[in-house]
């Protein structure tokens, strides 16, 4: 027997669009990512997969984006749980900026260190300047952190993973991990084992809903690497997330 999990990345979201690094700063979709996160739950409904519970990060380019998948697969209804351990990945200082301007400014080997590579964090925030989420009422009293490369992305979404989305995948239900481009790439490095260098070459496209098996034993996939609903579409735009910023 295998539990089945869901990953979607958020639609495009308006700073996706415009290309500034975003990070834990809260944007709406723009309208061709409300058409994608629709499209994503008419994918879940063609493929007969059907979500029992829904896992969110506490950033509206997730949340919106599960709703209207779920609104459009007629399951708007199922549970929802949400945490900032799901939130993408805290771009510190380089919330708000352009990613063409900071490639151009710091060099393409900064610019990739701080946007794919594991372990090196971009500059930390400045508390309570305009992109900083320090007075945040929905973050009080959590351990926030002021930048993160992946590496804190896993260590601090894994604790979630281990508590309350394994116990949902265990009890036999079908799980809706509706999250982000850097959270969903810590989600799959721990899953499929992947390496620290290869998860830099590793692009999540948005709203394309990613299916996953898992070993019921192991919590392993059956199909490494997961199984997009729309491949096609995913390779794409998986190109397009790639090439952010050139
Ligand atoms: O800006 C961000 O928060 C992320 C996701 O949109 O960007 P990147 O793909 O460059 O990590």
Same mark, same amino acid.
């Given at each position: 027997?295998? =539990?089945?999990? &869901?990953?979607?990345? *958020?639609?495009?979201?308006?700073?996706?669009?415009?290309?500034?690094?975003?990070?834990?700063?809260?944007?709406?979709?723009?309208?061709?990512?409300?058409?994608?996160?629709?499209?994503?739950?008419?994918?879940?409904?063609?493929?007969? /997969?059907?979500? !029992? $519970?829904? *896992?969110? #990060?506490?950033?509206?380019?997730?949340?919106?984006?599960?709703?209207?998948?779920? !609104?459009?697969? +007629?399951?708007?209804?199922?549970? /929802?749980?949400?945490?900032?351990?799901?939130?993408?990945?805290?771009?510190?200082?380089?919330?708000?900026?352009?990613?063409? %301007? &900071?490639?151009?400014? =710091?060099? @393409?080997?900064?610019?990739?260190?701080?946007?794919?590579?594991? +372990?090196?964090?971009?500059?930390?925030?400045?508390?309570?300047?305009?992109?900083?989420?320090?007075?945040?009422?929905? =973050?009080?009293? @959590?351990?926030?952190?002021?930048?993160?490369?992946?590496? %804190? &992305?896993?260590?601090?979404?894994?604790?979630?993973? @281990?508590?309350?989305?394994?116990?949902?995948?265990?009890?036999?239900?079908?799980?809706? $991990?509706?999250? *982000?481009?850097? #959270?969903?790439?810590?989600?799959?490095?721990?899953?499929?084992?992947?390496? +620290?260098?290869?998860?830099?070459?590793?692009?999540?496209?948005?709203?394309?809903?990613? &299916?996953?098996?898992?070993?019921?034993?192991?919590?392993?996939?059956?199909?490494?690497?997961?199984?997009?609903?729309?491949?096609?579409?995913?390779? +794409?735009?998986?190109?397009?997330?790639?090439? %952010?910023?050139?």
């Amino acid at each position: 027997m295998t =539990y089945t999990l &869901v990953l979607l990345r *958020h639609g495009e979201s308006e700073w996706n669009a415009k290309n500034l690094f975003t990070g834990w700063v809260d944007v709406p979709l723009s309208e061709k990512g409300t058409e994608e996160a629709k499209r994503g739950g008419a994918l879940l409904t063609e493929a007969g /997969v059907s979500p !029992d $519970v829904l *896992h969110t #990060s506490l950033l509206r380019r997730a949340i919106t984006t599960a709703n209207l998948a779920l !609104d459009a697969a +007629d399951l708007h209804w199922i549970p /929802v749980k949400r945490s900032w351990r799901l939130n993408e990945r805290h771009y510190g200082d380089l919330q708000g900026k352009d990613k063409k %301007q &900071v490639r151009d400014q =710091y060099g @393409e080997e900064q610019f990739m260190l701080w946007r794919r590579s594991y +372990d090196v964090p971009p500059p930390e925030i400045e508390l309570g300047s305009e992109y900083s989420q320090d007075a945040d009422p929905r =973050y009080a009293g @959590e351990p926030i952190p002021r930048s993160e490369a992946l590496k %804190q &992305v896993l260590d601090r979404a894994l604790p979630y993973w @281990e508590s309350e989305i394994v116990p949902d995948l265990k009890a036999g239900r079908t799980v809706l $991990v509706a999250a *982000h481009g850097n #959270s969903l790439r810590a989600l799959v490095k721990h899953l499929d084992g992947v390496d +620290d260098e290869t998860i830099a070459g590793l692009n999540i496209p948005t709203g394309i809903p990613l &299916v996953y098996e898992l070993d019921e034993e192991t919590l392993k996939p059956t199909n490494p690497g997961g199984t997009y609903l729309d491949p096609e579409a995913a390779k +794409d735009a998986i190109a397009a997330v790639a090439n %952010q910023g050139k």
